[in-house]
């Protein structure tokens, strides 16, 4: 049976750029989602920076943009790998010259298990898979033995949790050592290779500064080294890649010297590789500033919308509430320390404005204090969402702005869907 991203439609760039390209903001449909290309370059080289102070490998998540210029900027010059969150990212963005490895990163689908085998057997490169549980690796044995071991053997990364209790086994749980020890068993090694540890600190997102994301970045190094420790008392000296990070840690790994790790981890080496992930930040959100990993000016992501209709005197602080045609599926539905479902940072002027309430296609505009002024009927705003990674997902495209923000230099196509 054809796979389904086959049957996913993707938009014409080569359309898209003929009509946009040199337009400028306030000339767009609404709504839209806009990306400040400069800025998002400078997210992308600002991390790789962070991994090189660390002695540690990058790996760039695609699943905030899923666009094939997005990846490239994140790659370039610094890394050749990838993590995937759908499987369409991965038979798209995977053309890409410059990447070389690509991690799919949910555990295992069973329905899907035919698809990764045809994806790595027609990938020039590494690809490998997440597990958390013997069920999956026994459903990948029971696979590749039913096609008589012809194709690639599976490369798996053993998801390690931390804490934040989304997916993967604690270092500490029996279960952990189990699915260590069949991995590693004379008859699973003949079709599985232990490609090393992944640990993602989704709890960082709730941390209100780097110093506290740094600390727990310091305990998925940790996690991922103890685990890396089980295997090799199976298996001595076996190379592994141990994979830390999410965007709020990964911020923190600036703060986080050679010499301070050591003593964290009591002197002990590292057991393997040590390769630091992320994905948010190219583009970066409310929630990332409510971290305080980051500032206000490094977010390169706005969604623009329209104000529709204007309510005075409506709400709990005048002049009262304005609608605009941008709701659940054009900003998301998420929260954080910051108030509002999104804030308006263009234009400027009219005092500060936040989303105080949304529904699937209206989001409904409120001050945050006295003294601030309607927009006019039709005016185009510039709204940056709580998370960028959501709000992006029901643009099929995005419009790339230079360094004035204001005129369309590309178009990124979002390989969307599953």
């Known amino acids: 049976m054809p796979h389904s991203y086959k049957y996913t439609p993707i938009a014409n760039k080569t359309e898209l750029a003929a009509q946009y390209i040199g337009k400028q903001v306030q000339d767009l449909p609404t709504p839209a989602l806009i990306i400040n290309r400069p800025k998002f370059k400078a997210n992308c080289q600002h991390m790789a920076e962070n991994a090189s102070s660390l002695d540690a490998k990058f790996r760039a998540h695609v699943k905030t943009h899923k666009t094939l210029e997005g990846a490239e900027l994140q790659v370039d010059g610094t890394t050749n790998r990838i993590v995937v969150s759908t499987m369409v990212e991965a038979w798209n963005i995977g053309q890409c010259n410059k990447i070389k490895d690509i991690h799919f990163s949910l555990p295992v689908v069973a329905s899907s298990i035919g698809q990764y085998a045809d994806f790595a057997g027609q990938y020039d490169g590494r690809f490998s898979i997440m597990v958390d549980n013997i069920d999956?690796?026994?459903?990948?044995?029971?696979?590749?033995?039913?096609?008589?071991?012809?194709?690639?053997?599976?490369?798996?990364?053993?998801?390690?949790?931390?804490?934040?209790h989304r997916a993967g086994l604690q270092v500490s749980d029996q279960a952990m050592d189990d699915l260590i020890a069949r991995i590693l068993d004379d008859e699973t090694r003949e079709h599985v290779e232990l490609f090393g540890f992944y640990c993602h600190a989704g709890n960082s997102y709730s941390v209100d500064s780097e110093t506290s994301a740094k600390s727990l970045l310091i305990e998925e190094i940790q996690n991922v080294n103890e685990a890396a420790a089980i295997a090799q008392k199976i298996q001595p000296g076996s190379p592994l890649v141990l994979s830390v990070g999410a965007t709020p840690t990964a911020h923190a790994s600036e703060l986080l010297t050679l010499e301070e790790l050591s003593r964290d981890l009591g002197g002990i080496k590292l057991r393997g590789e040590l390769e630091l992930h992320a994905g948010n930040y190219p583009c970066c959100d409310l929630q990332q500033v409510a971290t305080g990993c980051v500032d206000p000016i490094n977010i390169s992501l706005s969604v623009l919308a329209e104000v529709v209709s204007t309510y005075p005197e409506r709400g709990d602080v005048e002049p009262g509430e304005q609608l605009i045609n941008a709701g659940v599926l054009a900003l998301a539905r998420e929260t954080s320390q910051i108030p509002g479902?999104?804030?308006?940072?263009?234009?400027?002027?009219?005092?500060?404005?936040?989303?105080?309430?949304?529904s699937q296609e209206h989001g409904i505009l409120r001050p945050t204090r006295e003294g601030c002024e309607f927009f006019p009927y039709g005016a185009k705003l510039r709204i940056v969402p709580q998370h960028a990674c959501i709000a992006a997902a029901c643009f099929p495209y995005y419009f790339v702005v230079g360094e004035d923000d204001e005129t369309i230099e590309d178009v990124w196509v979002s390989f969307r869907g599953w």
């Not at 029971?142 to 008589?148: E, N, V």
């Not at 999104?342 to 002027?349: D, Q």
Request: proline content about 2%.
């Open 136 to 164: 999956q690796i026994d459903a990948l044995v029971k696979y590749r033995k039913s096609k008589d071991s012809r194709i690639k053997r599976w490369s798996v990364l053993v998801k390690v949790d931390q804490g934040y």
């Open 341 to 358: 479902f999104g804030k308006v940072v263009k234009p400027e002027g009219h005092g500060d404005w936040i989303v105080g309430k949304l």
